[in-house]
Every structure is written in structure tokens, then in C-alpha cells.
């Protein structure tokens, strides 16, 4: 078996795909609407992990130079922004996000990514900034040094790497700080907090939450109703929308179709579903089309994968939101051990019927592609599922061996069909 670049399309567009789209354009341009502070509202610039229904319920719109990484990645100018930041001293060793975050910053070339999507170029300058180190370390100084560049204050959720469990005392200090970060908000905006507010976002978030966890778990069926750069496009509002009541009804639009594709019996891809992966880590953004879609020629789909369902923890519904919050945004992937990973990539890939996985290994994100040679093979160990290790990146593209990359999925392919 040798693998071509596969340039006929063989994903099956998803309509509703264009309804997230539409969302997320609007999301922009209302980040740059010049009267935004007249209006009362300010922007942060926040991590991935970050407590985002806090500032959704203040009026704050939060932007994500994260996600804004991955644009700049599919739209492949990603590696160019990294070279801006390293012209200015930062290292090619740090993450990708990071440099393309900084080069954003300094760059003065138009277009930027952003304008593909609003027409409008990049990221609306900030008025203060979020930073959770529950899915990063890199964030620390990352963040430190946006705040200098801008002059802007900081706030750092500070969210200890966990165990097996939970302690009490643990979520005492992140319920503490969950209180600092409203003083922080309710004095950046100069008034108070409405807890009816608060209440409803969370509502909001949990609706949401819950709609993308069902569109997931419809995933489980065969053949697949959708493949992993299908659910890699459709994650971006309930990472940075979640909270506000207008992505439901994307979300509500989105289930509605998968649930279709399932009850038709359609899949995900236009050829028969020869083989079932799991994907383990950030997607390759400046490759992303061409890298799944000639994947999918042969007939692999990914049903599931670990990036995508990191965003399928909804909030609890108690009383006592501060402690609800604590535990959910402590309880994240990226914040807990090697064995945790081990045990959710085994119980995915049995729930999934996976047959093998493929595991990104990325030279941005140390934190994520930690262990995972152990993991592979303590997966396989649990699973009887073999795995292969890809090197690469998300966005910078000097980091990747197109090359490497299919010798190493072929040979886990002809390794599948010996065992068959």
C-alpha cells in the first residue's frame, strides 16, 4: 500500500458546517466594532482553559490568540508569524501558538489570517488578559509577556496539576480564586456582578456543552457521521462562545444533521470505512484538508479523538457555582497524569471500536505529547489496539515530514490488515 495526495474531495458536506462558520464571523466583527467600549464592553485576550462564562456574564468579549493560532495555521501563515516573533528574540523551541500570538502582534504585513474570516485582519487589541495554566505551562511567561507589551493587567488561574483525585483543600484554593477573579472582572469593569446573569450563562454553557457532547458520542455508530477535521472546524464555539445563549442553536442545527447522517446510515466520507482511529492531540491546522482527506481515500476515519473531547466536561448545576466551576475547569485533560490519558485513550478507543491510534507527537505542545511512547504502548497493552507516533505541529510547518508521517501510518496500516 503507498499513499498519493488524494486532491478529489472525499468528506461529505456538512451543511450546518457554514452555521458555525457564520458564527464565528459575526463573533469577530463584533470584536472590532469601534463602539464596543462605548457600549460598556471590553475584551480580554484568554487561554483555552480559562473560565470563560465569568467574563461572558460581565460583558467582556474573550478572544483566543489560541484559536487565532489556528487560523493562521489553516490559512498557512502561521509559519510566518512564528518567524516575526523569532526576528524578536523568541526562541523556535517555543510553542507555535505562542510565536504566532507574538508575531501577530508585531508583524505589520497585512493580510492577517483574521482576514479570511471578518475581512477585518487580526485580533482586537485587548483591555485585559486570562491566563489558566490547567492546559499549559507555556502560558505563564506567554501571557507575562502580552501584559507587558501592552500594558495591560493580568489575571492567572492557578490550577495545580491533579491525581487521581480531587482533595477538598484543592478545590478550597481554586473556589478562592474563582472569588479573586470576579473582584479582578468587577473592577476592571467598574461594577458589580449580576448573579441572575452569572446564573443563566452557565445555563447557557451547559446547554451548550451538552449539545456538543451528544454530537460526539453519535460518533460511536458505523459508519461514522463525522471524521476528526469535522469536529477539529465545529469545536470553535464551544471553546470560545461558551456562555453566550447564540451557539446553541448552531449546536442545536449541527446535532440535528449528525443525527440525520446516523439514521440514513450516511458516514462521514463518500468511500466505504475500512479502518477506525483515534487521534491523540492538536490537529496539523496548516495541513489539516489534505492530511485527512487522503487519509480518507483509503477509508480511515477518526471517530474520536482527545482534543475535541476536552470540551465535553459541562458545569455541574448546584448552588454553589464558585466550587462547580473549581472542579470543572481543575478536572481538564492536560491538568492530570500520564495514567489518566492512558485509561481515557483505552476506554475511547473500546467505546469508539477504534482500530489503532495515531498519535501526533508535537514539538510546540510538550505538555500534551508528554509520554505518550509509554501511552502507546500501555494502550495497546489494555486496548490489543496498535498505535503509531506522527511527529509534527500544529502550525508551524518546518516541523513536519509529510513524508515520515505516511510511512509510519502505512506501516500501521499493513500491521492492521496482517492481524485481520
Known amino acids: ?20 462558520k457564520n458564527s464565528q464571523a459575526m463573533y469577530y466583527l463584533q470584536s472590532k466594532n469601534p463602539y464596543l467600549h462605548d457600549e460598556g464592553k471590553k475584551i480580554a485576550w484568554v487561554t483555552s482553559g480559562a473560565p470563560v462564562e465569568f467574563l461572558i456574564a460581565m460583558d467582556i468579549v474573550p478572544l483566543y490568540p489560541e484559536q487565532y493560532g489556528a487560523i493562521a495555521g489553516a490559512a498557512k501563515d502561521s509559519t510566518r508569524l512564528c518567524q516575526v516573533a523569532e526576528s524578536h528574540g523568541y526562541s523556535p523551541d517555543l510553542c507555535a501558538y505562542a510565536r504566532t500570538s507574538f508575531g501577530s502582534v508585531f508583524s505589520p504585513d497585512p493580510p492577517t489570517p483574521l482576514s479570511e474570516i471578518d475581512g477585518m485582519g487580526g485580533l482586537a487589541r485587548p483591555d485585559m488578559l486570562i491566563a489558566g495554566n490547567n492546559i499549559c505551562g507555556t502560558v505563564l511567561k506567554w ?27 484543592y478545590i478550597d484554593y481554586l473556589t478562592s480564586q474563582l472569588g479573586d477573579y470576579i473582584e479582578f472582572l468587577e473592577e476592571q469593569m467598574k461594577r458589580k456582578m449580576d448573579e441572575e446573569t452569572m446564573i443563566e450563562t452557565m ?3 451547559r446547554q451548550a456543552v451538552e449539545l456538543w457532547t451528544q454530537i460526539l458520542n453519535l460518533c460511536k455508530n458505523k459508519p461514522s457521521p463525522l471524521n476528526c477535521a469535522d469536529r477539529f472546524l465545529l469545536m470553535a464555539p464551544v471553546v470560545s462562545q461558551r456562555g453566550d445563549p ?11 444533521e449528525v443525527q440525520q447522517r446516523v439514521d440514513e446510515g450516511l458516514g462521514a466520507i463518500t468511500v466505504p470505512e475500512n479502518y477506525r482511529f483515534l487521534f491523540d492531540n492538536i490537529p ?25 473531547q476536552a470540551w465535553s466536561h459541562q458545569l455541574a448545576e448546584t448552588e454553589d457555582l464558585l466550587r462547580d466551576a473549581a472542579v470543572t475547569y ?18 475511547l478507543v473500546n467505546d469508539y471500536d477504534c482500530d489503532g491510534v495515531l498519535f501526533h507527537s508535537m514539538r510546540s505542545c510538550k505538555r500534551y505529547s508528554l509520554g505518550q511512547p509509554i501511552t502507546r504502548r500501555e494502550v495497546t497493552e489494555k486496548t490489543g489496539r496498535p498505535g503509531v507516533i506522527v511527529e509534527g505541529d500544529m502550525c508551524d510547518s518546518r516541523n513536519f515530514s509529510e513524508e515520515q508521517a505516511w510511512t509510519r501510518i502505512e506501516a500501521l496500516l499493513e500491521l492492521i490488515n496482517d492481524e485481520r
Open 143 to 169: 501571557y507575562q509577556d502580552l501584559s507587558r507589551i501592552f500594558n495591560i493587567p493580568l489575571f492567572l488561574f492557578d490550577t495545580p496539576p491533579l491525581g487521581d483525585t480531587i482533595p477538598n483543600y
Open 246 to 256: 447564540e451557539i446553541v442553536p448552531v449546536y442545536e442545527e449541527v446535532l440535528s
Open 1 to 20: 500500500m503507498s499513499f498519493e495526495k488524494e486532491k478529489k474531495r472525499v468528506y461529505r458536506r456538512l451543511e450546518s458546517l457554514q452555521s458555525v
Open 284 to 308: 496539523i491546522w496548516f495541513n489539516l484538508y489534505e492530511f485527512f482527506n487522503s487519509l480518507s481515500a483509503k477509508g480511515v476515519v477518526f471517530p474520536v479523538d482527545t482534543y475535541t
Open 203 to 205: 445555563h447557557h454553557s
Open 330 to 347: 481543575s478536572n481538564i485533560y492536560l491538568n492530570k497524569t500520564i495514567q489518566h490519558k492512558i485509561d481515557l485513550i483505552s476506554t
